[in-house]
């Protein structure tokens, strides 16, 4: 497959992985938690686990170039992009849609190697990137991308979108203190306590947390895991399978149902028959959803987010804009829409001509539904019959709708497409339901979409590249400042040490200085104690045996991890060495 290109409208959240600025600490953490996952998922993991790893070009020992890993998914129809943390829902499904994985440049740091809820390089490349070996995975990671990027959400699931993503930034900063984390901590969980309105992003997001991030696959009593949060947490990977975890039978309304928390271990996990399971269950979800349903409901959808969505009609006309306010009838169906700020008309997924934000920049409005007098509807005319009707360029119309809603203009231009009236635009127009006028002649030019009903509501533009936005998206992220300590100098030592196969008196010397730079470091022991064992230095491996049991002692909290590296480094130790040494 070609190598892809990247959509416009998504360049706004691609960065750069700047390799250098990875740190040897960076480089110890990822080698740890990827070593630990390898040998303990090997036979708990989905069958494309450990072959898909190598497939996409991902090594144990050091974190992977995402370019290097991009040329490697080619063959399963992906590529692999840098983003920078935590970007909006809509925007990381559509870069599923159109086939590429999204991947954080960041790592977590050793503080929190067991789990974060920032992304990061060990969740997206070590935990997502192997099982899209698997094609029919793939499929459905793709197929939802693209079903999930026209998920409509609410107002306060964006502001506690910001807010997640500020806590997850603050939390993986070094600089960060206790006081500035307990601070985003409160402001978080208020949004949390405020997103109530269960959303179209709500339950997708559900689906998604249950499936691709924490799904497991098989039996309930023979599961195999899948999910990428569980296959780049050391923590709840291993945790996961055991008896404490709930195992329930994939099931769609109970996925949408069951809310979560990024923050705390999963109480039960979803296990499904097989992937195709899993592309069923996201097809049947899309039929519940306002770009298929369409109708008042929808738009209602779109009117509650406070965010850009479009509102296709019959005829294909696409409205993209912020909805504001409906008017209805007295059945309760929806029968005018207005926007506020910049409006886009497009057909196609492709902008009108002279029918953008720069026209519509302070809003549109619109009718919905049946013109009275006509055998046909408007969209269903061909140009000979508008003509017949009296319908030209310079003719005085008057229109009225089943709603009572009355334009009363002169035609300046009729849009077709396809053979097809989709817009009428007039001058010296006037907007009339009963006694309310919804737009005076005095306004401008009314471009009145054609259409019986809207037929899909979904989020975000039509027309994506020339859609402007009032407030231009600007993605930046703050990153912490990368600063090479003396720390640093001594992992880079054991790294050398080890990849360069010198010997093994050095490991003591550098075991000597760790000491004095920093008594309380158990992961640059764990490494030493490989090499030790490696080595054959029993007097080396008795020390540092004997300094990571006094650390687990005072750090209760990484006692596990302590005990995990040192049994891997017992039961693998040629595994350390690249060549055997001389």
Not at 259 to 285: A, H, M, N, S
Request: charged share 25%.
């Amino acid at each position: 497959m070609s190598r892809k290109t990247i959509p416009s409208h998504l360049q706004a959240y691609v960065s750069k992985q700047d390799y250098d600025l990875y740190t040897p600490i960076n480089q110890a953490v990822w080698r740890y938690v990827m070593r630990q996952n390898y040998h303990f998922f090997r036979d708990l993991a989905h069958e494309s686990y450990q072959d898909g790893l190598e497939k996409s070009g991902i090594s144990l020992d050091r974190i992977p170039r995402v370019d290097e890993m991009s040329k490697c998914l080619e063959p399963f129809g992906l590529a692999a992009v840098t983003i920078d943390g935590l970007i909006p829902g809509v925007a990381f499904f559509d870069f599923q849609g159109y086939g590429f994985l999204p991947i954080a440049t960041e790592i977590r740091t050793l503080k929190h190697i067991g789990y974060t809820p920032a992304p990061d390089m060990l969740h997206e490349a070590g935990g997502h990137a192997p099982i899209l070996s698997e094609p029919k995975f793939a499929e459905y990671v793709r197929l939802f991308g693209q079903i999930g990027a026209k998920a409509i959400s609410s107002r306060e699931e964006h502001e506690l979108f910001l807010a997640t993503r500020k806590l997850t930034q603050i939390m993986e900063d070094p600089a960060s203190t206790p006081e500035m984390i307990a601070e985003v901590e409160r402001v978080h969980a208020e949004k949390m306590k405020a997103a109530t309105v269960r959303s179209e992003a709500t339950e997708i997001s559900r689906l998604y947390w249950w499936t691709v991030e924490y799904g497991l696959v098989g039996t309930r009593n023979h599961p195999k895991i899948y999910g990428a949060g569980l296959l780049s947490s050391i923590s709840e990977g291993q945790h996961c399978l055991s008896s404490d975890v709930e195992k329930v039978p994939f099931d769609l309304d109970v996925c949408i149902d069951t809310d979560f928390d990024v923050t705390k271990p999963q109480p039960q996990l979803f296990v499904c028959r097989d992937f195709d399971q899993l592309i069923e269950g996201i097809k049947l979800y899309s039929e519940r959803m306002a770009y298929r349903v369409g109708g008042t409901p929808s738009l209602e959808k779109a009117q509650r987010s406070g965010q850009v969505t479009t509102s296709v009609y019959s005829s294909g006309l696409q409205v993209s804009g912020v909805v504001t306010e409906l008017l209805y009838d007295e059945q309760g169906e929806a029968i005018y829409l207005r926007t506020e700020g910049g409006t886009q008309l497009s057909f196609e997924d492709e902008e009108l001509p002279g029918q953008g934000c720069a026209v519509h920049h302070h809003g549109f409005s619109a009718p919905i539904g049946r013109v009275e007098g006509l055998e046909k509807q408007l969209e269903e005319l061909s140009l000979v019959e508008c003509e017949e009707l009296g319908m030209q360029v310079g003719s005085q119309l008057s229109l009225r709708f089943v709603s009572g809603v009355e334009v009363e203009g002169t035609l300046v231009n009729m849009t077709f497409q396809r053979d097809r009236l989709i817009l009428l635009s007039f001058k010296d127009c006037k907007v009339t339901w009963g006694d309310r006028v919804l737009f005076e002649p005095e306004w401008g030019t009314f471009d009145m979409p054609v259409g019986e009903r809207i037929v899909s509501v979904y989020a975000g533009p039509a027309d994506h590249d020339r859609f402007v936005f009032e407030e231009q998206d600007v993605w930046t992220v703050h990153k912490p400042e990368v600063v090479w300590t003396d720390l640093d100098d001594l992992y880079q030592d054991v790294r050398d040490l080890r990849e360069e196969q010198r010997r093994a008196w050095e490991a003591t010397s550098i075991l000597s200085r760790l000491r004095q730079v920093d008594p309380d470091d158990w992961l640059l022991r764990v490494e030493i104690l490989e090499l030790a064992i490696a080595f054959e230095d029993k007097s080396l491996e008795s020390q540092v045996r004997a300094e990571l049991s006094e650390i687990s002692e005072r750090q209760v909290e990484n006692k596990s991890l302590i005990e995990n590296g040192i049994r891997l480094a017992e039961q693998e130790p040629h595994t350390i060495l690249v060549k055997q040494t001389t």
